[in-house]
Nanobody, 124 residues
């Protein structure tokens, strides 16, 4: 049973930073793709960033390139999302996802496992 637990969300002013964490458990994640998605109020879930657990290949949505960084710490089975320069329109529930697949994935339906989400609120 794969479990993903996000943490690190909260309230931040525009231009501020937050670091989200996703602790993964239940199996070995060496061959997995990991991703971060977000769902703003009243909108659909959207891709933010993805990483291959092995090798560390990363991919970002255009809207966050240069401001967000996805990384992983193998020893802790944890994936991070460092978010800098946050904007009010990036207020959303942020979700961590995992897929048993060897390449980075950018579509929600490609992922097999999801965390419960963590709320990020950016005030103007």
């Amino acid at each position: 049973q794969v479990q993903l637990v996000e943490s690190g969300g909260g309230l931040v002013q525009a231009g501020g930073s937050l670091r989200l964490s996703c602790a993964a458990s239940g199996r070995t994640f060496g061959g997995y793709a990991m991703g971060w998605f977000r769902q703003p109020p009243g909108k659909e879930r959207e891709f933010v960033a993805a990483i291959r657990w092995s090798g560390g290949t990363t991919y970002y949505a255009d809207a966050v390139k240069g401001r967000f960084t996805i990384s992983r710490e193998n020893a802790k089975n944890t994936v991070y999302l460092q978010m800098n320069g946050l904007k009010p329109e990036e207020t959303a529930v942020y979700y961590c996802a995992a897929a048993n697949f060897m390449v980075v994935l950018t579509r929600a339906h490609q992922y097999d496992y999801w965390g419960q989400g963590t709320q990020v609120t950016v005030s103007s």
